[in-house]
């Protein structure tokens, strides 16, 4: 079984950064792709990030286009999303998500972030 374990959310006035780690225990990704998703109360999951493990290729939602960067350590099975220029906007539950196509593989447990004006 694989489990993803999210850290490094919190509290943060507007204009700052915080990054988030999603770690992966279980077996190696191989040919995954990892994203990470939110959800603010009253609203939908959304997705923010993602990367191709293999490759590196990532992609974003528009919404965090040049604020946001995902990357990852491949010895430490471990993604970051590095996070900048933090709004109110972006305070929500952050979700690790890893997949192989279109099948979900795992879900993290979400951490919470929350900006301040």
């Known amino acids: 079984q694989v489990q993803l374990v999210e850290s490094g959310g919190g509290l943060v006035q507007a204009g700052g950064s915080l990054r988030l780690s999603c770690a992966a225990s279980?077996?190696?990704?191989?040919?995954?792709?990892m994203g990470w998703f939110r959800q603010a109360p009253g609203e939908e999951r959304e997705f923010v990030a993602g990367i191709r493990w293999t490759v590196g290729t990532t992609y974003y939602a528009d919404s965090v286009k040049g604020r946001f960067t995902v990357s990852r350590d491949n010895a430490k099975n471990t993604v970051y999303l590095q996070m900048n220029s933090l709004k109110p906007d972006d305070t929500a539950v952050y979700y690790c998500h890893a997949r192989s196509g279109a099948l979900t593989i795992a879900w993290g447990h979400g951490t919470q972030v929350t900006v301040s004006s």
């Open positions: 279980g077996r190696t990704f191989d040919n995954w792709d």
